[in-house]
């Protein structure tokens, strides 16, 4: 598996992915496509970055960026993985990359919100697997019942 920069050459693919990955809704991946492309056009301009799977064609992507008014600390926005091959790695090789690039730039700790429901949570399992714990919790933040929680990881 190959995991590198995001190229204009991924943004029909990782759509198409987008799409196959039940647990989102259109909503949300009308806004995974606006950050894909904004790292595109200008990563350094935007704030947002994404490294790419390929394996060989892409399987997976994770998108991040410096979280404004800080020194060292990221928020990482999406990461996905093609159903055909979650389970199998892509996330942490995705997750490794961009720990080893924050690592280089003297980065400090990485914050990720995700929701609460049920269909999350071996989101959640895998997001503690990679170190991370949640560290805070605003109660029926997306919807009733459904929460927002704060996975919180020093690197």
């Known amino acids: 598996m190959n995991v590198r920069p995001i190229e204009a050459r991924d943004q029909a693919p990782l759509s198409a992915m987008l799409r196959q990955i039940e647990q ?21 301009g935007s704030g947002y970055e994404c490294l790419v799977a ?5 399987v997976g992507y994770i998108c991040f960026g410096l979280t404004p008014m800080t020194e060292s600390t990221y928020d990482l926005y999406w990461i996905a993985v093609h159903p055909a091959v979650q389970g199998r790695g892509v996330g942490k090789a995705l997750y490794g990359a961009f720990a080893e690039q924050l690592r280089k730039r003297g980065s400090a700790q990485v914050r990720i919100e995700t929701s609460s429901k049920e269909s999350y949570a071996a989101t ?16 029926d933040f997306y919807a009733p019942g459904d929460d927002l929680l704060i996975f919180y990881r020093k690197i």
Request: proline content about 7%; hydrophobic content about 35%; overall charge negative.
């Open 124 to 139: 959640g399992g895998f997001y503690e697997r990679l170190g991370f714990s949640v560290d805070g919790k605003l109660r």
């Open 54 to 58: 390929e394996d060989p064609g892409v």
């Open 24 to 44: 989102f809704k259109p909503e949300e991946v009308a806004v995974a496509e606006e950050l894909i492309e904004a790292s595109i056009r200008d990563p350094q």
